[in-house]
């Protein structure tokens, strides 16, 4: 962690230096800044406050570390290090794939009684499901976030450990026919009766749903789990993310969540061309996003990485490219129209609805449920040595607008935090 303090200090240090270079030359030239030098000492600010950032969790960490009296243990997973108060290597599982191996080989073992119990309370009935113990809860959330599409930059609500799939409502202004939810403002003479106006409010109910993916391993991978522990946790994992992305993305809302893509709050921008992406489809994605009181970090672009060729050869009516690279080592991504853009394998593919969307993903909201639980079986693919794992969870998610928002001058005009570009054909339409 010190050489990445080092490694911060020195990218802030000299971004701080070209900053101050192209203030100085402005100073000595007596002339205001060009577009060139406005976009990149944007960047250079930008930059300086993602390394303060990092430094200041870094920090952070340190001084929780420092101020821990518990022992540290280091769990095979990426280095990742897990604490505990009362660590017993009779009790208490070293790996994630150490608990999958026992699942499959060992069921009977001492260690997979409580595992099997809370598999009960969160309402699993069915003999034979595994809940993941509770010394890796930490770890599969923090693992969930980082390669997650949507979890680091959503709202995510944790399980209630007491009822974890007990139906959620949550109270919220109903802005489907005015921006302020009905409430209206007028003036008034003096010693006059005030009109009355009256808000709208609505409930958004979230309902955890089971979700499954399937893991499938063979019999001698899961023997040397303490070789193989990485890649048997990245597979457990892959699995579980990659099915919620999906849903995340193109969930229909019926018995399971609302996709972002499906959502009938999010704005469909049709394409001027099939299989092309233009410079005025993401200015026109730009013009429908709802911002208001936005914090613009929060807003980012979402897309697949197939679009990257077409991306890297858009240019504005100037002839300059709008694809800007930034030092992505430095944890500066790569911007379009001066937002960030994530390239992602899960978007559909190039000229598809939802292959790039733009939004401020703090307006979706994951509501947790019970899970991970784990089920097994040896008898599906027994003629080929594999064992397969069944993965289930609970989870709900959708946008916190059920409709996209009119706007205040224009009630026709309509805008919303999520925007994607359509298919090719609502564009011929």
């Known amino acids: 962690m010190k050489k990445r303090l080092q490694e911060l200090g020195i990218l802030r240090d000299a971004a701080i230096k070209r900053m101050r270079e192209i203030i100085e030359s402005l100073g000595r030239e007596q002339r205001t800044a060009t577009d060139i030098e406005d976009v990149e000492y944007d960047r250079l600010e930008k930059g300086c406050e993602q390394c303060d950032k990092e430094i200041q969790r870094i920090n952070n960490l340190l001084g929780i570390e420092a101020r821990a009296n518990t022992p540290v243990r280091n769990v095979p997973f990426g280095g990742t290090a897990v604490h505990t108060n009362n660590w017993d290597d009779t009790k208490d599982f070293r790996s994630v794939a150490e608990f999958l191996k026992c699942v499959r080989m060992n069921p009977h073992d001492d260690r997979l009684q409580e595992s099997q119990a809370r598999s009960q309370v969160m309402g699993d009935k069915t003999l034979g499901g595994f809940a993941v113990p509770e010394i890796f809860l930490d770890e599969v959330e923090l693992v969930r976030t980082q390669a997650s599409m949507f979890r680091g930059d959503c709202r995510v609500l944790p399980a209630d450990p007491e009822h974890p799939d007990a139906t959620l409502n949550i109270p919220a202004l109903d802005q489907s026919e005015s921006m302020f939810g009905g409430v209206e403002v007028k003036g008034s003479k003096e010693a006059t009766k005030i009109d009355k106006t009256q808000f709208k409010l609505r409930q958004i109910k979230f309902t955890p749903f089971k979700i499954a993916a399937l893991l ?59 299989q092309k992406i233009d410079v005025r489809d993401l200015i026109a ?25 077409e991306l890297r050869t858009l240019k504005d009516d100037n002839g300059r490219f709008i694809w800007m690279d930034n030092n992505i080592a430095a944890g500066m991504p790569p911007q379009l129209l001066g937002m960030p853009v994530e390239l992602t394998v899960r978007n559909p593919p190039l000229g598809t609805k939802g292959d790039v969307i733009l939004g401020n993903f703090q307006h979706y909201l994951i509501d947790d449920g019970s899970g991970p639980i784990i089920q097994v079986s040896d008898q599906f693919m027994f003629d080929e040595d594999m064992t397969v794992f069944r993965i289930k969870e609970r989870v709900d998610a959708k946008p916190l607008l059920v409709k996209p928002l009119p706007l205040e001058a224009d009630p026709t005009y309509k805008l919303s935090p999520f925007v994607c570009l359509d298919d090719p ?3 011929e339409k």
């Open 425 to 427: 054909a609502a564009a």
């Open 285 to 309: 994605m730009e013009a429908a996003l709802y911002t208001m009181g936005f914090k613009p970090e929060t807003i980012k672009w979402k897309i697949s990485r197939t679009c990257l060729p």
């Open 216 to 274: 499938v391993t063979s019999n001698e991978l899961l023997e040397n789990w303490k070789k193989c522990a990485q890649l048997i946790t990245e597979l457990f994992y892959g699995a579980l993310i990659s099915k919620e992305d999906a849903l995340f993305l193109k969930g229909t809302g019926t018995d399971e969540p609302t996709g972002i893509i499906t959502s009938p709050a999010t704005i469909p921008v049709k394409r001027k061309a099939a």
